[in-house]
């Protein structure tokens, strides 16, 4: 690597003091490019997707004055002193817009449209009905349970901007408008591959020396969480060749490229040379435990990112650095996940020189107070740690913690979606 290509500050990849996550991933973030093509897909296909363009509402959300509650409907100013009122209507939701007879009130259910003349309606609870007579029980504010037209969406509102992420609700909203299709960012395609002379495929029997591949299995479910398409590049053997081959083709399939393992520094580690062959290494190593040889760079003009071979680095690496980069890949504004605090149920009392992601599970305790343990096994290749948690518990550098202290967690229901 050259200084003129690294987008780190100063040698990041050759200094003993590596860089942050805090400079790491915003300047990945800079590099990361939006996908350029756009589609139009029917609302019921874009769950996951991300909006390439701001929409707007060309409707009023409710479309009229309606009534929020099963009820009467009569005109304030029409309440006689008694309290009674005939009742001359009905009007259930749906049905088509009438006009209240002066002097009554209308029988009226959630959803339908105020009758012109009307301006409150009181719920049923606090009324008696005799017959075709009416009696109000409680008082009633003038203009009571009524949602008005336009409360929620008005005509010309930009109700959902370009780059966001359509989640339900989203869906909901674009529903609500009319609108049956919606343009999102074409999918990222994302192409992966382990390496290891070591793995062996589940599946099949396990030969002696070697363990299975697990990795592929992980990251292929964390691009389905991002809704990527992944492109399944298998399982390739610690060889600079054939590195190199899988490489290229990866490159011309995909925006972007996931490999795991050999980005270490050990003779057996083939993938940080074969993409430099044909391309460059701009970043290798972030500050961070687990995942520290963590390996970015381009592949013929593609993306690529090597995570480490250790299973659970290669799953944090994926959570803190590629998410947000696929996701602003994918055309996403907001790529930040939400962290958390609890109040440490564990002591740490030795400061470690990176920031540190502790397999964590939060549970609320008897108070209600969250508290946060950590697994015993901190080991990176214990991946069976990731499934007794619920979060990573942030153990900033030089921190030490005592029980009872604050904190922060990045709950996976963040991460995994
Ligand atoms: P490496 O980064 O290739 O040196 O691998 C580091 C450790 O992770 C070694 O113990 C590997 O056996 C293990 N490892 C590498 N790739 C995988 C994988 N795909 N699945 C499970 N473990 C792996
Ligand atoms: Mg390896």
Redesign the pocket.
């Known amino acids: 690597m050259t200084g003129k290509e690294c987008i780190m500050p100063a040698d990041c990849c050759d200094a003993p003091a590596l860089s942050g996550i805090d400079q790491v991933l915003p300047a990945l973030l800079i590099q990361a490019r939006v996908v350029g093509e756009v589609e139009t897909v029917p609302i019921t296909a874009a769950l996951g997707r991300v909006l390439a363009e701001s929409v707007t509402s060309s409707v009023s959300v409710p479309p009229a004055d309606n009534s929020a509650m099963d009820g009467y409907a009569f005109a304030h100013d029409d309440l006689p002193g008694d309290g009674w009122l005939p009742v001359r209507q009905r009007i259930c939701a749906g049905d088509p817009v009438t006009t209240l007879a002066q002097g009554t009130a209308a029988r009226i259910f959630t959803g339908a449209w105020i009758p012109a003349g009307a301006d409150t309606v009181i719920a049923q609870e606090q009324c008696d009905r005799n017959g075709d007579r009416v009696h109000f029980t409680a008082p009633a504010r003038c203009g009571a349970n009524i949602r008005r037209r336009g409360e929620d969406i008005a005509s010309g509102d930009v109700v959902l901007k370009r780059g966001a992420r359509l989640r339900p609700q989203e869906l909901g909203v674009i529903a609500t408008l009319g609108l049956g299709r919606v343009a999102v960012y074409r999918r990222l395609r994302v192409a992966v591959l ?3 002379d ?2 062996a495929q589940p599946g099949e029997p396990l030969p002696e020396g070697k ?6 299995m992980t990251l292929i479910g964390l691009l389905q969480t991002l809704d990527c398409e992944v492109i399944d590049l298998g ?1 390739i053997r ?1 060889d600079l060749e054939h590195t190199g081959e899988v490489l290229r083709t990866a490159a011309r399939q995909a925006d972007v490229i996931i490999s ?5 520094v ?1 003779e ?2 083939y993938v940080k040379a074969a993409v430099q062959r044909q391309g460059e290494i701009i970043l290798w190593r972030v500050a961070i435990k687990p995942g520290k ?1 963590l390996a970015y760079g381009q592949v013929a003009g593609t993306a690529f990112f090597g995570v ?4 659970v680095a ?1 799953f944090v690496t994926f959570c803190l650095i590629l998410r947000p980069f696929l996701l602003r890949c994918q055309g996403a504004e907001n790529v930040a996940p939400l962290v958390m605090h609890a109040l440490a149920d564990f002591d740490w009392p030795k400061a470690g020189k990176r920031r540190e992601y502790a397999r964590a599970r939060m549970a609320p305790d008897e108070q209600g107070e969250y508290r946060v343990s950590l697994y015993p096994n901190q080991s990176s ?1 214990a ?1 069976s740690s990731l499934t007794w948690a619920n979060g990573l518990a942030i153990i900033a550098e030089g921190r030490t913690i005592r029980r009872g202290e604050r904190v922060d967690v990045l709950p996976f229901s963040e991460l995994l979606s």
Do not use: F, K, M, Q
């Open positions: 382990s390496t290891g070591e793995l363990i299975y591949d697990s990795n592929r399982c610690d795991s393992g050999g980005v270490s050990g057996e580690d040889p480490p071979g250790n299973p290669a290749g991946l």
